[in-house]
Nanobody, 127 residues
Framework: QVQLVESGGGSVQAGGSLRISCAAS????????VGWFRQAPGKEREWFAT????????RYADSVKGRFTVSQDNAKNTLYLQMDSLQHADTAMYYC????????????????????WGQGTQVTVYA
């Protein structure tokens, strides 16, 4: 029932910006957690951000801190990932993932903690 649909990926020159949307359905993103992950070929899926408390709470990995910003529009039930100062190392498939039920201690950096995943969108950074 819970579904996440991503859009907005593409190719961008190094130093440029890109904005990804993650449209949620089947539940309200005003509750729970939404994690952001990326995966480059031959590498493990990497957590880099989580948003919670209806968008009031955010957490970032050091690799993207200061360059990436996660936000959400509760009226549209849509999340956004704004990526600035993109680097070649940012090239990967980008995913949003939802944890709809808050119970126990949050484990937002663990992929298995989330119950629903978007299909992913490719981000390619070129010189």
């Amino acid at each position: 029932q819970v579904q996440l649909v991503e859009s907005g990926g593409g190719s961008v020159q190094a130093g440029g910006s890109l904005r990804i949307s993650c449209a949620a359905s089947g539940y309200s993103i005003s509750s729970g957690y939404v994690g952001w992950f990326r995966q480059a070929p031959g590498k493990e899926r990497e957590w880099f951000a989580t948003i919670y408390r209806g968008g009031a709470g955010t957490r970032y990995a050091d690799s993207v801190k200061g360059r990436f910003t996660v936000s959400q529009d509760n009226a549209k039930n849509t999340l956004y990932l704004q990526m600035d100062s993109l680097q070649h190392a940012d090239t990967a498939m980008y995913y949003c993932a939802a944890k709809t039920v808050c119970e126990g201690w949050p484990r937002w950096a663990e992929p298995g903690w989330y119950g629903a995943w978007g299909q992913g969108t490719q981000v390619t950074v070129y010189a």
